[in-house]
C-alpha cells in the first residue's frame, strides 16, 4: 500500500518529492515480478530484491493485491514516463 499512498500523494499536491519516492519504491518492488509466471511474488525484501510467497498463500497470488499492484505500476508508468512499469 505504500506505492499507493506515495502516487496518491503525488496526484493531489503535484510535490515531486512523493513522485520521486515512488519511483524508487516501484523500481524494488519490479523484482517481485521475476516468477515463472510473471505474476508477483506476495513480499520482497526491498533491501536485497529476494522475493517470496508469504507462506499460507504457497505458489498462489491474492487477485486484490495483484490487482491493485497493476493499477499502480500503470500510474507510474503514466507520470514518470517509464514504459517499464506499465508493462508489469
Known amino acids: 500500500r505504500s506505492l499507493g499512498g506515495l502516487l496518491s500523494a503525488y496526484d ?15 523500481c524494488r518492488l519490479l523484482k517481485a515480478f521475476d516468477s515463472p509466471s510473471g505474476i508477483p511474488y506476495g513480499q520482497i525484501h526491498l533491501g536485497s530484491g529476494v522475493a517470496s510467497n508469504i507462506a499460507w498463500v504457497k505458489t498462489s ?13 500503470l ?3 503514466k507520470v514518470t514516463g517509464d ?3 506499465a508493462e508489469k
Do not use: Q
Not at 512523493?18 to 516501484?26: N, P
Not at 497470488?61 to 505500476?73: C, D, K, P
Open 12 to 26: 493531489l499536491s503535484m510535490d515531486f518529492s512523493f513522485l520521486e519516492k515512488a519511483d524508487d519504491l516501484g
Open 61 to 73: 497470488a491474492l487477485l486484490a493485491e495483484y490487482s491493485t499492484l497493476h493499477l499502480e505500476f
Open 75 to 77: 500510474y507510474l508508468g
Open 83 to 85: 514504459s517499464k512499469n
